[in-house]
């Protein structure tokens, strides 16, 4: 049989330097897009604990209003993936993490409830916009980028934890008893906790993932618009601009669209069904440029093994024909 070693080299030499090209190229984009930093750390602060979620397929309920003839529908529901590796928060911030950013004068104190004498305790009476800076501040202190996450990254994240809004209804029935019974039944379920004061951490349990105390007492800000979506007229209005939006969406037992400057939900802010009862907020990290670099020739030492065994396959299946 005729020798297909120089054929061999040729073709792997072929395949690792475009790969090889590609991942540099990445992390420079990477870099301009902000996603990695080359700041150093302050080795005063601590970088808060997290836990990595490799990409996997799963079902997402868009976060959006859908409503068809005036009347509000269940959002679609789609399969659908994270592109790579999500560094989230394993818990949310403590009350100690955030007084770090306070202290320096970068941050404004929270309204925390009467009973939060832990410092270990998760912190509440933040805004959307508190929650920023606290990123901004880490970022620029752990040397390392670090963002509130989407309600996508937030339910990829919180896998078996995260609710779902549905009323369940076909959207084609007009009788409005079967829907009103519906939203009572879920506006009934999302009542305010009896003891709404928050509580030490795991005091409500894991994800499958590794995720500690969502869907507990504490509604998460992410970093997703509200928005609305008429299917008569097929499509998307938005209250802003995604940069400039003024109101997004807290997630915890539901989802609760929230004005970004709102700290106390109880005081107003949400614009329909039960209010949170507190808001507080984990951030996501984005993957350094090694990590980048990393995790792309890992995918791509995957793909040459998996075209290597289908040559493979393919060679002897042919020898043996």
């Not at 897009?33 to 799963?58: H, M, Q």
């Not at 009934?188 to 005091?203: H, L, M, T």
Request: glycine share 6%; hydrophobic share 35%.
């Amino acid at each position: 049989m005729k020798s297909t070693a120089p054929t061999d080299k040729v073709s792997k030499i072929s395949i690792a330097l475009p790969l090889a090209l590609l991942a540099f190229l990445s992390a420079m984009l990477a870099m301009k897009a902000g996603l990695v930093s080359l700041e150093a750390a302050d080795p005063r602060v601590s970088v808060p604990e997290t836990i990595s979620i490799d990409p996997r397929p799963f079902h997402y309920r868009d976060a959006a209003e859908y409503f068809r003839n005036g009347i509000a529908v269940d959002a679609p529901v789609e399969k659908t993936t994270i592109g790579e590796t999500l560094h989230i928060m394993k818990f949310q911030v403590t009350r100690a993490e955030y007084r770090n950013c306070v202290d320096e004068a970068f941050c404004t104190p929270a309204e925390e409830p009467e009973g939060a004498v832990s410092d270990d305790m998760p912190l509440t009476g933040v805004s959307y916009d508190d929650a920023l800076r606290y990123a901004n501040w880490l970022s620029h202190k752990t040397g390392s980028q670090w963002s509130l996450p989407t309600d996508m990254e937030l339910a990829y994240a919180a896998d078996d934890r995260f609710p779902d809004d549905a009323l369940g209804v076909d959207p084609e029935d007009r009788n409005p008893a079967i829907r009103w019974l519906a939203d009572y039944e879920r506006e009934a379920r999302r009542s305010a906790s009896v003891d709404p004061r928050p509580q030490p951490k795991g005091a409500f349990g894991v994800s499958r993932t590794g995720l500690v105390d969502f869907g507990g007492n504490i509604w998460e800000w992410t970093s997703t618009c509200n928005r609305r979506i008429d299917l008569d007229q097929g499509s998307i209005s938005e209250n802003a601009p995604d940069r400039n939006c003024g109101i997004l969406i807290a997630s915890g037992k539901h989802r609760s669209p929230m004005s970004s400057f709102v700290r106390n939900p109880k005081g107003g802010g949400c614009s329909v069904g039960a209010p949170p009862d507190n808001l507080g907020f984990r951030l996501v990290r984005h993957a350094t440029l090694v990590e980048h670099v990393r995790d792309y020739a890992k995918s791509a030492a995957a793909k040459i093994v998996r075209w290597r065994e289908a040559d493979s396959h393919m060679e002897t299946s042919a020898n043996e024909g």
